[in-house]
Structures are given as structure tokens and as C-alpha cells.
């Protein structure tokens, strides 16, 4: 039988490279001081026995862990997967390495996140918040003097910085054009937990990605002497079946919308299956458009008009403010990024008679 794999020890790699422990450790742990002579042959040392590092013992010794702590809200949706590949190539390329937790949206689950993080002590977090009462758990970290950054949602409460996009302008403009086209309900579909009839006085919503959605789409109505319906609000949508109930409830009945909007890409995947389901004609007989641009909304028929974001940036941007907060610098000014529409196919003229 083959014997268990063995792992280096740090006196085996001094013993090859003819230096001290202490000296093999400095080298191999990158603290302290030590010669280039001694470095050059404790890394050739190293290498020609396949010697592995330590990870849990270097950060007792060093109190660094050379890791970060990213916790997301939905993991599935595109917006997420493409802003942590902008952290992890940010982090990775300065040293670091990336832990991601997922909370499917629940309070619960995320304090239970960045408290497993705590403990693994990593060296800094990044975290895209739910929407909650209070950042209890965020606030304690900050009051504990660990580097924290929030990205795509802020909470004004805890003194953290935020990278989030500016939406409103691109929602304003968006709904210049489809009134410009002769729609006057608009119907809008989101998965925030949150009630349709007290979204407008929930001063948490407007810290949110969806919050500053409405507040751009119902801005542009009020604009154009046009109420935005609580009924045509659709909150909550938390699975593909509530979303199709709420597209389904939007375009059919007495005065429906003639134009549905998606929070996001999880969203629009969902109500466009229902569309198809009841016969209706984008954009002949709905328009739709989409606050999110995946790659998929460019190639179906008709082409997703959406409200781009700059998703891979901010998460560069927000894995750059933490490298400065881990290495003890001052905070740089937190970028501004905007948002920007994109007009495709999916979108025209309001039906005749709706």
C-alpha cells in the first residue's frame, strides 16, 4: 500500500538549504530579515522538496492572513459572479486570497458569514449587505478596526465605505423613451424583500440597487404628471414561480402595463418565459427591458434594451479601497460610476387600445 503523503517540514527545508530554522522560516514566511544568499537557496530548497506553506501557522506568527472575506447575496445571479471576478483578479493580484460566502439574501445567514470569516481572521471583508434594520454585525467590525468595504449597497450608518452605481439617471432616461413611445403604466419586477405599497417610505430601500431603480423610474413618471402605481410594483419575487405570477398578474386583466421591467437578469429570464407562455409578442405587445446587461440579452430575439452597469469595475473598485484599508493607507475617494442605457430591440410603440 502506498504510504499517506507527508507533508515538508520548515527544519527539512533548512536542513537542505544549510540555514537556521529561524532563517528558513523568515524566508518563507516573508517577515523579517534575511540575505538575498539565504532566500535564494531556502526558495531552491523549497521547491526540490515540494514544500507547502503553512497558512494557519504564518498568520499566527504574522497576524496576516493573506486572505479576504467576500460575502454575496445571490451567487446564481450574473451581477455577483462578474463583480467577484473583479475582486478576486484585484485581491489575487496583490497577494491575496478570496473567500467567498453566499447568504441567499437572508440577515441570518450573512451574520453567520461574517462571523466564520472573524474567526478564519482574515485581513478584511467585503460585503454586499442585505437589506436589514440594522448592520450590527458590520458595525462591530468596524468598531474593531477591521478593513471593511460594502459594494452595490451602502448602509449611511455604519462609517464603511460603499461602491455603488449611480442608476437613476439611466432609469430617468429609460422612461423618457418608452413615455416618449406612448406607454403610461409600467410595470416594474423585483426580488427585494420588501412591501409594493411602503417602498417609497422605507428609508432602507433607498439604499439599495432596486431602491434607487424606482426612485429613478418614479422621478421620470412624476416627471411626466404620471403616478407610479403601488400595484405595478411587484416586490418579493423570491423564486421563478413568483415571478412568472407577477408578470402574468401585470399583462393580463383589467389595464395592464404596457411596458414590464426587470430588477435584474434572474428576473428578466423568468417573466420572459412567461410572456412566451401567454402568447404575447415583445415588443408588439409588451415592451421589456432589463436593469442588467448579461451577455445572453444581446443575442435573443428581440434583443434585451437594458440599463448597463459597470459590474466588473465595481468590484476592482471595491477590492482596491480594501487593499489600501488592509495596508494601513488613507482611504482613497470612492469612485463614482454611473449606469448607462443601451436601447435594443426589446422596446416601441405602446399597443393601440391598452
Known amino acids: 500500500m502506498r504510504s499517506a503523503r507527508r507533508d515538508v517540514t520548515i527544519g527539512e527545508v533548512a536542513a537542505r538549504a544549510g540555514v537556521s530554522r529561524a532563517h528558513a522560516a523568515r524566508a518563507l514566511g516573508g517577515y523579517g530579515a534575511v540575505s538575498e544568499a539565504v532566500l535564494s537557496r531556502v526558495t531552491a530548497a523549497a521547491e526540490e522538496?515540494?514544500?507547502?506553506?503553512?497558512?494557519?501557522a504564518k498568520s499566527v506568527s504574522t497576524g496576516r492572513?493573506?486572505?479576504?472575506?467576500?460575502?454575496?447575496?445571490?451567487?446564481?445571479?450574473?451581477?455577483?459572479?462578474?463583480?467577484?471576478?473583479?475582486?478576486?483578479?484585484?485581491?489575487?493580484?496583490?497577494?491575496?486570497?478570496?473567500?467567498?460566502?453566499?447568504?441567499?439574501?437572508?440577515?441570518?445567514?450573512?451574520?453567520?458569514?461574517?462571523?466564520?470569516?472573524?474567526?478564519?481572521?482574515?485581513?478584511?471583508?467585503?460585503v454586499a449587505p442585505v437589506l436589514a434594520p440594522e448592520g450590527g454585525h458590520l458595525r462591530a467590525l468596524v468598531d474593531a478596526g477591521r478593513p471593511l468595504v460594502l459594494f452595490d449597497r451602502d448602509i449611511p450608518e455604519i462609517s464603511a465605505p460603499s461602491v455603488v452605481v449611480d442608476v437613476r439617471a439611466a432609469a430617468h432616461q429609460l422612461v423618457d423613451d418608452l413615455i416618449a413611445d406612448g406607454h403610461r403604466r409600467i410595470g416594474f419586477v423585483s426580488t427585494l424583500s420588501s412591501s409594493p405599497a411602503l417602498w417609497q417610505q422605507d428609508p432602507q430601500v433607498a439604499h439599495t440597487p432596486v431602491g434607487r431603480r424606482l426612485l429613478g423610474l418614479g422621478e421620470a413618471m412624476s416627471d411626466h404628471d404620471l403616478p407610479l402605481r403601488p400595484e405595478d410594483v411587484r416586490m418579493a419575487a423570491r423564486s421563478a414561480e413568483d415571478i412568472r405570477r407577477h408578470t402574468r398578474e401585470l399583462v393580463t386583466g383589467e389595464g395592464p402595463v404596457t411596458a414590464l421591467l426587470a430588477s435584474d437578469a434572474v428576473v428578466a429570464v423568468s417573466a420572459l418565459e412567461e410572456l412566451r407562455s401567454l402568447g404575447l409578442d415583445v415588443p408588439a405587445d409588451i415592451s421589456v427591458a432589463v436593469f442588467d446587461d448579461p451577455p445572453w440579452a444581446r443575442l435573443i430575439s428581440p434583443p434585451l434594451t437594458v440599463v448597463s452597469q459597470p459590474v466588473l469595475e465595481i468590484g476592482v473598485a471595491a477590492a482596491e479601497l480594501l487593499i489600501d484599508a488592509m495596508a494601513g493607507r488613507a482611504a482613497a475617494a470612492v469612485p463614482e460610476l454611473s449606469a448607462h442605457l443601451v436601447r435594443r430591440g426589446s422596446t416601441g410603440s405602446a399597443p393601440q387600445g391598452r
Open 49 to 56: 522538496l515540494g514544500y507547502r506553506a503553512n497558512s494557519l
Open 65 to 126: 492572513s493573506q486572505s479576504v472575506g467576500v460575502v454575496v447575496g445571490d451567487i446564481e445571479n450574473p451581477f455577483f459572479a462578474l463583480s467577484v471576478r473583479g475582486i478576486s483578479d484585484t485581491l489575487r493580484r496583490a497577494g491575496y486570497d478570496v473567500i467567498l460566502m453566499n447568504t441567499g439574501e437572508s440577515l441570518e445567514l450573512e451574520i453567520d458569514a461574517v462571523r466564520a470569516l472573524d474567526g478564519k481572521r482574515v485581513d478584511g471583508f467585503l
